[in-house]
Nanobody
Framework: QVQLVESGGGLVQPGGSLRMSCAAS????????MGWYRQAPGKERELVAG??????????TYGDSVKGRFTISSDNAKNTAYLEMNSLKPEDTAVYYC??????????????WGQGAQVTVSS
């Protein structure tokens, strides 16, 4: 099994910043991709950002609505990803879910979701 521990989130004023982290632990052989999705009330879950590493190179992708404002990074040695969110807007308000996919020690693949963290952008 994989355990995901999310931290960060909270209440921030428009234009402010927040940092979230997601740490994966368990019988992990390798991680393919780490990222965040978000879901606002009455809306579908959408991709926020994702990051994957191949050797020494990292590849990231972002949802259109957060490009230029959010930055995802990772510490592969710690199986941890970070999401730096700047210039936050009220429309960024949502529950943010960490998502990790990879391979167990036994060769089986996995995909796990974190418990979710509320981000509220309001004055």
């Amino acid at each position: 099994q994989v355990q995901l521990v999310e931290s960060g989130g909270g209440l921030v004023q428009p234009g402010g910043s927040l940092r979230m982290s997601c740490a994966a632990s368990g019988n992990i052989f390798s991680i393919t991709v780490m990222g965040w999705y978000r879901q606002a009330p009455g809306k579908e879950r959408e991709l926020v950002a994702g990051i994957s590493s191949v050797g020494s190179r990292s590849y990231s992708t972002y949802g259109d609505s957060v490009k230029g404002r959010f930055t995802i990074s990772s510490d592969n040695a710690k199986n941890t990803a970070y999401l730096e969110m700047n210039s936050l807007k009220p429309e960024d308000t949502a529950v943010y879910y960490c998502n990790v996919a990879g391979v167990y020690d036994n060769g089986d693949s996995f995909a796990s979701w974190g418990q979710g963290a509320q981000v509220t952008v309001s004055s």
